[in-house]
């Protein structure tokens, strides 16, 4: 019943920007805080930004000044703009959905992201 799909991946040149989306269901959307998550193989995944219900943002430092994480509750949809995309950017991209007050948490089947060089 519940299902986060993440889009908008693929190969691009450094310096270039990608928006990626996650649409959930089976969820009560505006409840949840979302976030967006990277991983590399061999490296355990880790949190690139997130949004809570009242619109406050969390960046890792890597991720600052050149992302941008965003929601849009009508459509059950959180982005991703990814802009000045450096090669250390690749990874597979993850959609989280977590309920912190019952300890519920969701993911997306991830989409990649490659940064040629």
């Known amino acids: 019943q519940v299902q986060l799909v993440e889009s908008g991946g693929g190969l691009v040149q450094p310096g270039g920007s990608l928006r990626l989306s996650c649409t959930a269901s089976g969820i009560i959307f505006a409840q949840y805080l979302m976030g967006w998550y990277r991983q590399v193989p061999g490296k355990q995944r880790e949190l690139v930004a997130r949004i809570f219900s009242g619109g406050s943002t969390s960046y890792a430092d890597s991720a600052k000044g050149r992302f941008t994480i965003s929601r849009d509750n009508a459509k059950n949809t959180v982005y991703l703009q990814m802009n000045s995309l450096k090669s250390e950017d690749t990874a597979v991209y993850y959609c989280?959905?977590?309920?912190?007050?019952?300890?519920?948490?969701?993911w997306g089947q991830g989409t990649q992201v490659t940064v040629s060089s």
């Open positions: 989280n959905a977590e309920r912190t007050l019952w300890g519920t948490k969701y």
